[in-house]
């Protein structure tokens, strides 16, 4: 039953994405901005020499967050506190050889990554993802793997729930069928995985669909688009004056 | 009134935690009663109140500085054990990010700040508002009672700070901690709180109070959901440009001295027990970073604070309640 739970989670995580956004705002920034905005803003982060760079996007990220609903809070948080907890137990040892300040820059600067990549997977649906990917001119393979990804992680999480369903209703006697069932569960899901890439592949040929990826919703650049692009620039001066500042 | 580490014997900070120990037990129980979970985020407002209030520094003649805390300002507006929670983890936020108050000393602070002045200051206020008629009578309870509770907590800060030398001495002689005893310490806090910095805490709580009753009256009296007015956001981002004011506030705070600083403001020597006491290094110490104006340092100190303490208490309000997805910012 936990694995069938596990699995709902996953699935409802996906479509739970999908369909809040079709509802939501749908964010008026471009989500092609959007992401060059994360990546920019992760990879000066990156580079960074110093801490003040960090702290005033965390600052800004922290403010944006706090004006969230709690649920939305709740969301982006938790996998970054995980990220962080993680990273602050591999950094641990950097204590004990006598950099603690280590430990705190690089925690740090995995919180605001982590945060920053949270939020922007909290605020933009896949499909839209998608499409920023293709916006940027990322290579369709990548695209396209990625696109599949998501459509797979779905159908075949309904398809082995559906069978992890119907081995636990048949299940008599003791609780050994997980360990023993669970490679045969796995096995069937592969096999039909592989039968259905099979059926993608000739869907995609009798559809005329060569790997391009369009994007049917463009809309023009808006003023808040605008608004938002200055954070380009901004988040550049900002870190040139920052790394000055040491 | 922030007290930082090593001022007080560690004996002292472990009586004083002890003694919050049932305050917090107690306040949680009855914040969990009586505060439904939804206006927990109003809670996080409040604590971003008092953690900007202490931002702004006030001088006084003679080189010290002091600040309002605002404790009695979230008593008036939802109870003194909400008040103590909410100033609890703002102290704690101090503490642990902008190296504000001790960590060993968290408890005296929460006794002092937490406990005594949001408690006394909601008694003081309730007592005046029984005997004064009028629609301005709850103004004239805040206003007086926040002047009775941060004086109250200063008395406590000033009686903690006075019993060191009494009490801990090294084999010279010499106070091993706060080298200042009661006779020195009890006029040093209490001049200050007595005049300017009591009646920065009076201007600061009843002004709040008055925006809150006018702009966003549903704070003090809903008891379901309430989406943060927009005049309350915007008095919160005046408050955090105008935090840099804090620093026209030349000196230290009496009793908040470094290590460096303690010989020369008249002890003729630094204690011991300071000198080889804890150290805990925060990650933005004193509001500042290096290399950063200290406007800037400030700005950005007082955004973190306040955003932490509102995620945190919007988290609290749905900790172990994920069915409730429909909750107001």
């Known amino acids: 039953m936990n694995m069938n739970l596990q699995l709902m989670r996953l699935i409802r995580r996906i479509t739970g994405n999908d369909s809040e956004y079709q509802t939501a705002d749908q964010s008026r920034i471009l989500p092609a901005l959007r992401l060059s905005v994360a990546f920019l803003a992760i990879l000066l982060c990156a580079l960074s020499q110093n801490a003040i760079y960090v702290i005033m996007i965390i600052a800004a990220e922290l403010l944006w967050l706090s004006m969230k609903s709690p649920i939305f809070i709740r969301k982006t948080l938790k996998p970054v506190l995980i990220a962080v907890l993680f990273c602050f137990v591999l950094m641990l040892p950097a204590v004990s050889m006598g950099h603690p300040r280590t430990l705190l820059t690089v925690s740090m600067k995995v919180f605001e990554s982590v945060l920053i990549l949270s939020q922007l997977e909290n605020s933009v649906s896949w499909q839209n993802m998608t499409d920023a990917f293709r916006t940027l001119h990322c290579p369709q393979l990548f695209v396209f793997t990625l696109d599949m990804t998501m459509r797979f992680l779905v159908i075949l999480g309904r398809y082995s729930n559906s069978i992890l369903e119907a081995v636990s209703l048949r299940r008599v006697g003791p609780d050994h069928w997980k360990t023993a069932g669970t490679g045969g569960i796995l096995g069937t899901t592969f096999l039909r995985s592989q039968k259905m890439s099979l059926e993608t592949s000739e869907a995609m040929a009798c559809r005329c669909f060569d790997g391009e990826y369009r994007s049917y919703r463009r809309r023009r650049f808006s003023r808040p688009d605008a608004l938002y692009a200055l954070l380009i620039p901004l988040l550049i001066a900002l870190f040139v004056y920052t790394q000055q500042a040491m | ?329």
């Open chain 2, 1 to 329: 009134m922030h007290i930082p580490d090593n001022y007080l014997s560690p004996q002292t900070c472990a009586v004083m935690a002890a003694a919050m120990v049932p305050v917090w037990t107690v306040s949680i129980k009855k914040v969990k009663a009586e505060i439904p979970k939804v206006k927990l985020p109003m809670l996080g407002v409040g604590a971003a109140f008092s953690f900007l209030g202490m931002m702004f520094n006030i001088p006084i003649p003679g080189g010290t500085t002091g600040h309002a805390v605002g404790g009695t300002l979230i008593a008036s507006l939802m109870g003194p054990y909400a008040a103590c929670i909410a100033v609890t983890v703002a102290l704690l936020i101090q503490a642990l990010i902008f190296g504000d108050g001790g960590i060993l000393s968290f408890g005296a602070n929460c006794f002092n700040m937490a406990f005594v002045l949001p408690f006394v200051g909601y008694a003081a206020t309730q007592l005046i508002m029984k005997r004064v008629k009028g629609k301005n009578a709850d103004l004239i309870g805040s206003a007086i009672g926040s002047y009775v509770g941060i004086n109250a907590a200063a008395l406590c800060a000033a009686i903690e700070f006075g019993i060191q030398p009494m009490l801990f001495r090294d084999a010279a002689g010499n106070a091993l901690y706060c080298p200042y005893g009661l006779n020195v310490s009890i006029p040093a806090m209490m001049l200050g709180h007595l005049t300017l910095f009591g009646i920065a805490e009076v201007v600061y709580t009843t002004a709040v109070l008055a925006f809150v009753r006018k702009a966003a009256p549903e704070m003090k009296s809903s008891t379901e959901a309430v989406r943060t007015a927009l005049p309350l956001k915007l008095l919160m981002a005046a408050l955090v440009i105008l935090t840099p004011l804090g620093l026209l506030a030349e000196g230290t705070a009496w009793g908040e001295w470094s290590t460096d600083e303690i010989a020369a403001t008249g002890a003729g020597f630094t204690p011991s027990g300071m000198l080889s006491g804890f150290s805990y290094s925060s990650l933005i110490p004193d509001y500042s970073l290096t290399g950063m104006p200290e406007w800037l340092g400030y700005i950005l100190s007082a955004v973190i604070g306040a955003a932490i303490l509102i995620i945190i208490f919007k988290l609290l309000s749905v900790a172990g309640n994920s069915k409730k997805e429909n909750l107001t910012v």
